[in-house]
């Protein structure tokens, strides 16, 4: 495939507040090496108190990939 997928649930009380959530890929782990590019964001579904988020990041052929949630506050 040329995308990977990541799942993960937010809250929009967390986001009414500012709250930023990042998906970044890493081919490396290194600090430096985190990067956003390519990554599409898709709301599966809104409970009411969360959002259920599905993200999906571009492959490496042939390499590993990583990818991390990264959540900064205002």
Known sequence: SNSL???YSRSLA???NGVMYFVEWSDTLQP???RTSGVTDTI???DGLLQSI???VPAAPGLRRFVR???VQP
């Open 5 to 7: 997928q990541f799942s």
């Open 14 to 16: 967390a986001l009414g």
């Open 32 to 34: 430096g090496s985190w």
């Open 44 to 46: 599966n579904s809104i």
């Open 54 to 56: 599905t993200t999906t």
């Open 69 to 71: 949630l990264r959540v």
